[in-house]
Nanobody
């Protein structure tokens, strides 16, 4: 059974930082591309950052220079380091693993508010 479990969400003040993690089980993690998406109520789920199995990264424009995606294949875990957080970054954040098919985590809430 494939599982992706996210940790690290929470409440943070504007300008603060959070680190999200996504630990996978049931897949050969090293061959999967990984991505972080976010979704706010009433809107579509949008990709924030991705990292390929070879380590190439790409970011949505609004998070470039603030967010960093990384992975540790030895721990079957992907990370999203988020700095200089803004209220507009508030959302449920989901991780996705994809190779021949997609797998999603359950999501973790990030709220940026003073």
């Amino acid at each position: 059974q494939v599982q992706l479990v996210e940790f690290g969400g929470g409440l943070v003040q504007p300008g603060g930082s959070l680190k999200l993690s996504c630990t996978a089980s049931g897949i050969n993690f090293s061959i999967y591309n990984m991505a972080w998406y976010r979704q706010v109520p009433g809107k579509q789920r949008d990709m924030v950052a991705l990292i390929t199995s070879s380590g190439s990264t790409n970011y949505e424009d609004s998070v470039k220079g603030r967010f960093t995606i990384s992975r540790d294949n030895a721990k079957d875990t992907a990370y999203l380091h988020m700095n200089s957080l803004k209220p507009d970054d508030s959302a449920v954040y989901y991780c996705k693993a994809w190779y021949l098919r997609n797998y999603w985590g359950q999501g973790t809430q990030v709220t940026v508010s003073s």
